[in-house]
């Protein structure tokens, strides 16, 4: 199993990864707020501002901290470690 860094020490596995998108559309958003009221939104920004959003295959929505380009490079193992998060 490959796990990916998505930010601040949180890993998920690569495998399991469906989209990486930006969280601002509408249909995006709403996305957030049905998983948030079905308990399976996973925010692991640590307070910072959200930059992506990964949607899992098993239904799970995950708020990440980077960018959504820095999130897809790291999933296709296209990016160094050089581009770290930003505040």
Do not use: C, F, W
Request: charged share 20%.
């Amino acid at each position: 199993m490959q796990l990916i860094n998505i930010g601040y020490g949180n890993l998920v596995a690569a495998g399991r990864v469906v989209a990486v998108v930006s969280p601002d559309s509408a249909p995006v958003k709403r996305m957030i707020q049905d998983a948030k009221g079905r308990g399976l939104l996973i925010d692991a920004t640590l307070g910072r501002k959200t930059r992506s959003v990964l949607i899992m295959d098993s239904g799970h929505i995950i708020l990440s901290a980077i960018q959504t380009a820095a999130a897809a490079g790291r999933l296709t193992g296209k990016e160094t470690d050089s581009q770290e998060e930003e505040p």
